[in-house]
């Protein structure tokens, strides 16, 4: 079983700023099988990338997500109130079929 | 737009079975995958399972064993059944819709989640 790490737990940054999130997979993921997940307080989560980096309908042009391998990242390129949240990555494995999540990374208003 | 919304009781019993119902407006489950993730409080995200209208489903292994999720596209909704059930099943329930572009996965349509308390 494929384990996800997120790093950092918090990332606490100014509305401007540009914040960077890892994702990092015990073993190596396809890029077509990578994505995150945006989620509110109280708030079902909202898919913002799949395929690694390619945005959901809907999503800004300043989220963008990147990586291959075992080593992925989403970059929120300027900060909005609105982007303060917690953010997951999620990896499916096809064989069989199946979902994991990393455990999180909330980023918080400095 | 494509609406999903969960249904069931908010208490359950430990040892007793958890029954969730999924209701989809907005495009049918004939289409797609379609499963279920919960959220215990204050933590992250679980998947639990898939259902496909064909019959096909897959669970998550820790909860094989404990998992049924079936489908009724007369009615266009899908179930999910929890049985023997322990306060560490204590969760948020969302039911989601999973797409596939080009040959990328998602869960693109969520329901906004039902708390499910295991208490005696």
């Known amino acids: 079983e494929i384990v996800l790490t997120q790093s950092p737990g918090t990332l606490s940054l100014s509305p401007g700023e540009r914040a960077t999130l890892s994702c990092r997979a015990s073993q190596s993921v396809s890029s077509s099988y990578l994505a995150w997940y945006q989620q509110k307080p109280g708030q079902a989560p909202r898919l913002l990338i799949y395929?690694?980096?390619s945005r959901a309908t809907g999503i800004p042009d300043r989220f963008s997500g990147s990586g291959s391998g075992t080593d992925f990242t989403l970059t929120i390129g300027r900060l909005e109130p609105e982007d303060f949240a917690v953010y997951y990555c999620?990896?499916?494995?096809?064989?069989?079929?199946?979902?994991?999540f990393g455990q999180g990374t909330k980023l918080e208003i400095k | 737009q494509v609406q999903l919304q969960e249904s069931g009781p908010g208490l359950v019993k430990p040892s007793e079975t958890l029954s969730l119902t999924c209701t989809v407006s907005?495009?049918?489950?004939?289409?797609?995958?379609w499963g279920w993730i919960r959220q215990p409080p204050g933590k992250g995200l679980e998947w639990i399972g898939f259902f496909y209208y064909s019959g096909s489903t897959n669970y998550t292994p820790s909860l094989k064993s404990r998992v049924t999720i079936s489908g009724d596209t007369s009615k266009n909704q899908f179930s999910l059944r929890l049985s023997s059930v322990t306060a560490a099943d204590t969760a948020v329930y969302y039911c989601?819709?999973?797409?596939?572009?080009?040959?990328?996965?998602?869960?693109?349509?969520w329901g906004q989640g039902t708390l499910v308390t295991v208490s005696s």
């Open positions: 989601a819709r999973q797409v596939v572009v080009g040959a990328s996965p998602g869960l693109d349509y």
């Open positions: 907005g495009g049918s489950i004939s289409t797609y995958y």
């Open positions: 999620q990896q499916y494995g096809s064989s069989p079929p199946r979902y994991s």
């Open positions: 395929g690694a980096s």
